[in-house]
C-alpha cells in the first residue's frame, strides 16, 4: 500500500536547513518529509488525496532532542515523592502523607532533597518517624543517599565497621549520620531497582509516565541510559503497536559486562529503537563534592572521587577495537582532562577510533586548555543545561571564583567541538528544552548563546552525536517528518521570555503525539 501522504501548513516552519531555513509549509510521506517550502508548491507535488493538517499558525521547528536521560527512573521520580526544595521537616511530613496508607514494611522512597535547603539530614530524624521501616532518599543528582539506621544494619554499616564502596558520612564521634555518597553496590536500591525495571506492571507504568511528560515538551529522540534489558521488550511492543511516541536509542552499561550481552536480546530498527554507547562513570557530581576536580573543594583538601587511568586505558582500548562509541559520565575538569589523556594515547594504536564519536558526559568544569584537545581528540560534549539552574548552589560547592567558568557552552561552539543538549533527568530538576534554552541565553558573561545556537544544541547537536544528523535535527527532504509546534518563534523572542514559550503539537514520523488543544492531548492511552 502507498504510504500516506500529510501537508502540514499554517505554520512558519524554522528548518534548521541553511539552504531554506524558513518554509510555510512541509510535505510528509509516510514517516518521512518529502517536501519543504512554499504552501502552492507543495501542493502542485502533492496527491489528489493527500491529507491536510493546518497548524493554527504555530512555529514549526525540528523534534527536540534530548541527549541524556533515564526513562524508566525519571517515570519512577514522576509516581514518588519530590523532596526538593525541603527542609528536613517538611520532607518528613511529605513522606509520612504519602505512605500513611501503605504497609508498614514498604521501602520508603523519595526523590531529590539537596543542600542547602536540607543542610542536616540524620538517620535519628527517618527513625523517629519511620522506626524500622527502611528508608532510601536519592539525594539531588542520584549519587548519594540518605537513609535510616533499619538501611545502616542490613548495608552493615555501623560505628565500627567501614565498608569499602562509597563513602559514609560520619560525625566527628564516628558514628554514621545516615548520608552514604557513591556508594555501589548498594543491595537495599538495586533490589528496589531491580523491581521497577523487571516487574512488567513497574515498569511499563513508569515508562509510559515519563514518555508522557516528554511528548508534552516536543521531545521527540531520546538517548535513554537503558542498562537493563527488559525495558527493550516493552518499547519494542508499543513501537509494534504504533505506541511509541518518541524515538529511542538505547545504552549499555558498560561497568557490568554481563548487562551488555543481555542487551542484545532487543528488537532493534534503524528509527524507532536503536543500540546506544556504552556508559561509563568517571567521577561523581558537585552536590555530593564527587567530582574529579583541579582544586580541592573550597575549605578541604578534597579534590572528588578519582579513577584510575591504567582502568580507563582498558575500557578505551576495548571500544577502539571493537568500534563501539562509549558515554563516559565526566562532571570535573580533573576528570575530563585525565580522560583526555589516556584517550590520545589509545589514538596512536586506533587512530581511527577518533570517528567514533567518543561522549563526554555533562563537562560541568573544564580546563580551557582542553577546550582545543576536546577538538582535536573527535571528542562530543553531551551537556545539560538544566544543571545551570541554581548557581547559588555552585557557588557554594566549587567556589565563586569558579562560577563564571562552568558550562563553557560557547567556548565549545567556537572551538568547533560538536556540542548537544539534554536533560540527564531526573538527574536534574525538569526537561524541557525551553527552559534549557532560556537558561543558556540568558546567563551572565561570555559563555551566553544566542537562541539560534541553543537550538541547534537540541536538535542537530543531539542527532550528530548519536549518529544521526542524516535523519533528525532538520526539517528538510529526506529526514524523519518529527517537529515540535510552538507558540512563538524562539529564534525571534527577545531571550528572556524564551521559558514563556510552550508546546502546542508534537509530531512524530508524521504522527500527532501531542496536541494540547485536545482534551487527552491525543494518544493518551500509553
Known sequence: MKPGQIL????????GDPSCPHADAVLTIGDTIAFVGALEEGRQKADPWVQSVNLEGGFAVPGFNDNHLHLVIYGDHISAPDLSGLNENQILDRLKS?????????????????????PHPRKELLDEVFGSQPVLLSQFGGHGVWVNSRVLRDLGISRELKPTPGLVLRDPDGEPTGVLREYHPNPIQDKYFHEIF???????????????????????????????????FSLARWRNQGRLTARV???????????????NL?????????RGPWKYFLDGTF????????????????????FDPAWLQGVLLNLA?????GAFHSIGDRSTRTFLDVWEDVLQKYPDAVK???????????RREDIPRLKALGICVAAQPPAMATPEKDASVVGASRVPYLYPHRSLLEAGVPLSFGSDIPGEAFCDPLQGMHLVCNREGPERLTPEQALRCYTEGSAFVEFQEARKGRLAKGYLADFTVLTADPLATPPENLRLIQCVKTVVGAKMVWDATQIDGLNSEI
Not at 577495537?321 to 562509541?325: L, N, Y
Request: net charge positive; charged share 25%.
Open 266 to 274: 532487543g528488537s532493534y530498527d534503524r528509527v524507532w529503537l536503536r
Open 356 to 366: 567514533l564519536r567518543m561522549r563526554l558526559e555533562h563537562v560541568q568544569a573544564l
Open 249 to 263: 536509542s538505547a545504552w549499555s552499561f558498560g561497568r557490568v559486562p554481563q548487562t551488555i550481552k543481555w542487551m
Open 8 to 15: 502540514w501548513y499554517n505554520a512558519k516552519f524554522l528548518t
Open 98 to 118: 504519602y505512605y500513611d496508607d501503605k504497609p508498614r514494611d514498604t521501602l520508603v522512597v523519595g526523590y531529590a532533597w539537596d543542600y542547602p535547603s536540607c
Open 198 to 232: 523487571y516487574k512488567k506492571d513497574f515498569r511499563e507504568t513508569r515508562l509510559a509516565a515519563s514518555l508522557d511528560a516528554l511528548r508534552r515538551l516536543g521531545i521527540t529522540s531520546v538517548q535513554d541510559n537503558t542498562w537493563h534489558y527488559p525495558a527493550l
Open 321 to 325: 577495537k571493537r568500534k563501539v562509541q
Open 287 to 306: 552536590t555530593t563534592k564527587t567530582a574529579w576536580m583541579e582544586e580541592p573543594y573550597p575549605g578541604t583538601d578534597d579534590h572528588g572521587m578519582d
